[in-house]
Nanobody, 124 residues
């Protein structure tokens, strides 16, 4: 199983960016796929997760209304559309996959597979 995160970069505050997680070795519509982020010196933080291609979606309060997670089953990819970016969104973003129950979707300990991360930097 491989998860390939891509699409990060340097943007200005208020800009939009879409990052993607391409999966191989598993089918995203059969798994829960989540996005987490980690700032330097901080613990990994849940951002959003999508279960079974859209059966259930959770988004953290810190990004709700600005970020949206979606699944492209044809491409076996999960996307995170990030709008109205803020400097505090700067972090390495990781995608992860696992077979989770709904109540565990926000818990990184329950995910089995992780991508390598993609850096998102938002300048003020």
């Amino acid at each position: 199983v491989q998860l390939q995160a891509c699409g990060g970069g340097l943007v200005q505050a208020g800009d939009s960016l879409r990052i993607s997680c391409a999966a191989s070795g598993l089918t995203v519509r059969a798994y829960t796929v989540g996005w987490f982020r980690q700032r330097p010196g901080e613990e990994r933080e849940f951002v959003a997760a999508i279960r079974w291609g859209g059966n259930a979606i959770y988004t953290s309060d810190s990004v709700k209304g600005r970020f949206a997670i979606s699944s492209d089953n044809a491409k076996n990819t999960v996307n995170l559309q990030m709008n109205s970016l803020r400097p505090e969104d700067t972090a390495v973003y990781y995608c992860a996959a696992g077979r989770l129950i709904v109540s565990s979707m926000k818990n990184d300990q329950h995910y089995d597979y992780w991508g390598q991360g993609t850096q998102v930097t938002v300048s003020s």
